[in-house]
């Protein structure tokens, strides 16, 4: 793709470049939330591991009466060992998982302006050539997912026919 360089288009070059710019950094932080996730998931799971070795719900209250565990551990520890995986679940998102989220509504934000920009800076007729890329990719990319849907009610259709 060529490009040419009026002021304007230099202007939407800039633009862009510094879209990228503000980009790695989010990635950077996208990446500290995602290890901070990471690490709750795996606390959230040695939790439950902790509760289901009990083997009954006596036991939880005996740690509680004698103090072991807080109030507020009780209230968990009984909620996962009555409902299971189930209630791991449908835990409530954390803070930092929050953040992972809103930091990657404003990568993709920030990034759909980038490759707008970018797309501004090109001819006319650069521009025309990409709108039919992108116009055939969208084509390839629907024969795909038909594709793979024919091919689960082939599969599906035939583990029918199996279990019957």
Partial sequence: ???????RDHGYL????????????????EAKFARAVEKEGDA????FKKVM????????????????????????????????????EQLPPT??????????????????????????????EDQQAELARAEQAKKAWKQKIAELKRKRGIIEASEAQEET
């Fill in 1 to 7: 793709m060529s490009r040419y360089l009026k002021p």
């Fill in 14 to 29: 800039m633009e862009a470049a510094a879209c990228t710019k503000v980009l790695r950094d989010l990635h950077r932080i």
């Fill in 44 to 47: 959230r799971q040695a939790e």
């Fill in 53 to 88: 070795q009990y083997r009954n719900e006596r036991e939880i209250q005996d740690d509680f009466g004698w103090g072991f565990i807080t109030e507020a551990q009780y209230d968990r520890y009984l909620l996962l060992f009555q409902q299971g995986q189930a209630a791991m």
């Fill in 95 to 124: 803070k930092n998982e929050l953040a992972m989220r809103l930091v990657r509504r404003i990568i993709a934000d920030i990034d759909r302006d980038r490759r707008e920009w970018e797309f501004s800076a090109l001819s006319p």
